[in-house]
């Protein structure tokens, strides 16, 4: 094993541990109280950003359940190289959200467009002067409501009531806090941030109210959470069809990592095949990944791990040669009928075993662990056209709306992104084999 390896494998299980979590939070915490500060979560809304208008929703309920102060900021959206792919994140965070507020009980509209520039502006104007009041959770519901309705009479009349009463407001609180956001080690919208942790939006909320319970200010203890963490339940009902779910995935994803099992458990359980379609790492196809986007990924994975009972934290980051050799092994396991086996062993070899795919030892045992001998995996090494395939699963994904792993679907619907919507894939298996109207009322006429 490289000193390389050892190194980037000591790093990554001590970042990861629980024991330093403990220590950054307590120590946030006592930071906390020597400044006299009350309990206060910081809360970064985008205007334009479907995601915050789904979390600005919950801050109400969040104050009154746990008793905590909300500092609002307003931010502008993040640099390009936090949003590799803007034009598909923004059309899919549109459905995405829609459905998302219906399994919540939230509001967004199912048929909300991409507002202009100037709508965004405008509610970016209402927003600052509803800061500056100290009227931010009154006002931000219904001013966003009335962005993604297309209600621009309205939003337009609340934006030229506050214009009026600075002009320069709205710009100077945009830059202040984006350098706040920057200084604490973000760079998205829609984010709760609390003595030293980040926290995404509504997908997120269960963890930051956990860690709020954990600080003894739940007033309701005992109670479900405001906003529990989604989950497939595996319980299928019989279908006379059976679908496919495709599963787009990257060797240095390590949201890949927490999928691969959960989904390999989904299709057994739906019947459903499971097809593979790997990809290159973003950064292998050209699109930055910041440092701080790499740091709370690796974080708040060690927390979905936990919360999902998988192991985590071990990496040893297989960008370059390890994910160009994994792919060409997984390109013949496929073929083997070991495909998902070794999909599955690999990613966690890099993931929590630490092991480096880039070296023999590392890749070769992952390989073993799948079913694969040595001389099978030595042949798959010699052979380069893991290429072509990765190159067509590239189009197709890009075809499908969306850029990064993990995205699934069943084939013929919609995709989805993210290791938190096996939800919405398991909503899509049942209706893939819900018998059709004519066939129900064929079967129960006999």
């Known amino acids: 094993m490289s000193m390389r390896t050892l190194i980037m494998r000591s790093v990554t299980t001590a970042l990861t541990s629980p024991a330093r979590r403990r220590m950054a939070r307590d120590l946030a915490a006592a930071s906390a109280r020597l400044r006299g ?3 206060t979560v910081r809360y970064f809304h985008q205007a334009d950003d479907p995601y915050s208008h789904l979390a600005v929703q919950m801050l109400p309920r969040l104050r009154a359940r746990y008793g905590v102060e909300i500092d609002p900021y307003l931010v502008p959206p993040p640099e390009d190289s936090a949003a590799p792919d803007r034009e598909r994140l923004r059309a899919y965070g549109l459905r995405d959200a829609a459905r998302l ?22 509610l ?11 009227a931010f959770e009154e006002i931000a519901s219904a001013a966003g409501a009335a962005l993604w309705s297309g209600d621009t009479k309205t939003l337009a ?28 080690g973000h760079y998205l919208g829609g984010m709760f941030h609390f003595e030293g942790e980040w926290f995404w939006g509504v997908d997120r909320l269960g963890h930051l109210e956990a860690r709020l319970a954990a600080r003894g200010l739940d007033r309701e203890p005992g109670t479900p959470r405001l906003a529990p963490a989604l989950e497939p339940t595996l319980l299928a009902a019989p279908g006379a069809i059976r679908p496919t779910i495709e599963a787009w995935f990257s060797f240095r994803s390590p949201y890949s990592w927490l999928v691969l099992p959960r989904i390999r458990d989904l299709a057994r359980a739906h019947g459903a095949d ?22 709370y990924i690796t974080l708040d994975c060690k ?8 192991p985590f934290g071990k990496i040893v980051d297989p960008v370059g040669a390890g994910a160009e050799r994994a792919l060409a092994v997984l ?22 075993d630490g092991l480096a795919l880039a070296e023999d030892r590392g890749l070769y045992a992952a390989a073993r662990r799948a079913g694969l001998n040595d001389a099978q995996t030595a042949t798959a090494l010699a052979d380069d056209s893991w ?5 067509v699963n590239r189009a197709a994904l890009l075809d499908a709306g969306l850029w990064g792993a993990p995205t699934f679907r069943v084939r013929g619907c919609e995709a989805h992104w993210g290791q938190d919507r096996l939800w919405m894939l398991e909503d899509d298996l049942r209706a893939a084999t819900a018998p059709t109207k004519a066939h129900a009322s064929n079967g129960s006429s006999g």
């Open 303 to 310: 927390r979905e791990a936990e919360r999902l009972g998988l």
């Open 387 to 391: 290429r072509d395939r990765a190159e």
């Open 124 to 134: 970016q104007t209402v927003l600052a002067d509803a800061i500056e009041r100290g």
């Open 157 to 184: 009349g609340m934006a030229a009531w506050a214009s009026g009463q600075d002009p320069d407001l709205c710009d100077d609180l945009l830059t202040f806090s984006q350098r706040r956001r920057t200084q604490l």
């Open 37 to 39: 500060e009350r309990p």
């Open 331 to 352: 390109h013949h396991a496929i073929d083997l009928g070991l495909g998902e086996e070794f999909a599955e062993s690999g990613l966690k070899a890099a993931f929590a």
């Open 274 to 295: 499971l097809q593979l379609r790997p990809i290159l790492p973003m950064v292998m196809r050209g699109l930055a990944v910041p440092r701080e986007k790499t740091l």
């Open 101 to 122: 507020a219906r399994a919540r009980g939230m509001g967004f509209p199912a048929d909300a467009q991409l507002p202009s520039a100037e709508d965004v502006r405008q």
